[in-house]
């Protein structure tokens, strides 16, 4: 891997060129979107990061308008220099670690229906966009999310590095909590798409840790249920600066299972 130019990605047969198509979106669409907008903007002023508050303002996502990635490209173009790049689903880890590290969030472009508007099996648009996309605005987090992706890249043919990378990747830009005045904030997409999580994440209910990359490590997530536990920074540069104890730990980890 690491003597492959860094922009390898956009070279691999593998990676479909696909683009959001704006008009297709139905009236259903438009109304899922809207519904999910409006229950959980209002709970957001209280609960999530100033960085996430001050991202959507600034990518300007509205009730009434599905995100148009056109715009939210030309908006992060101007504000960290990351785009957005459109993918049918899950796709292979090389490929999604290979975009970041290339300043590229991966994003589906399909909306759950009416039926699914609390439960999904996998990532829809309304996620990617709504809980992911402000986030892009912050510079040390993106600047930590390429830097971890660069991480993974180097150890992506060890499958047990990347379960453990998964790990940080969950506990942080999905399921992350900031301390800010004192008070818990979340910036984790995985909880901001959902507004009972957003609830939950902040009661007395579940643990909170301080952050702890080695304790992060070690500790296995769940997908099909709220967690129990939730890992708490200080700061976005916190995270940005433990990128290399991340590195460190991890070479640890991964040769102490080769020992067996
Ligand atoms: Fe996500």
């Known amino acids: 891997m690491t003597n492959k130019p860094k922009d390898w990605v956009f070279l691999d047969p593998r990676l479909k060129k696909m683009r959001q198509d704006y008009d297709a979106y139905t009236e259903e669409d438009f109304k899922v979107w809207k519904i999910l907008f409006e229950r959980q903007i209002v709970n957001l002023p209280k609960a999530a990061s100033k960085a996430y508050l001050d991202g959507i303002k600034e990518i300007n996502f509205t009730a009434d308008r599905i995100a148009d990635f056109a715009d939210v490209n030309q908006r992060l173009a ?38 699914q508007l609390d439960y999904l ?9 709504f809980a992911h996309m402000p986030m892009l605005t912050n510079q040390p987090y993106v600047d930590f999310l390429e830097n971890l992706s ?12 990347i379960e453990l990378l998964s790990r940080i990747y969950w ?90």
């Open 150 to 161: 660069g991480i993974a890249l180097r150890f992506i043919d060890d499958k047990w590095a």
């Open 171 to 260: 506990f942080t830009i999905e399921f992350g909590l900031i301390r800010e005045e004192g008070e818990l904030k979340i910036y984790g997409a995985g909880i901001l798409s959902s507004a009972g999580e957003t609830k939950f994440s902040l009661s007395s209910e579940p643990k909170h840790y301080e952050y702890n990359v080695r304790k992060i490590l070690n500790t296995p997530f769940w997908k099909d249920k709220f967690q129990d536990k939730y890992f708490v920074i200080e700061s976005y540069e916190q995270l940005f600066q433990s990128l290399p104890e991340i590195e460190e730990v991890l070479e640890e980890m991964v040769s102490e299972a080769a020992k067996g």
């Open 121 to 129: 099996e996998e990532p829809d648009m309304f996620h990617d966009a």
């Open 78 to 115: 101007k504000s960290t220099g990351w785009a957005i790049h459109v993918v049918p689903g899950l796709i292979d880890d090389d490929l999604f670690f290979g975009l970041m590290n290339n300043k590229r969030f991966c994003s589906s472009t399909w909306m759950r229906s009416m039926e």
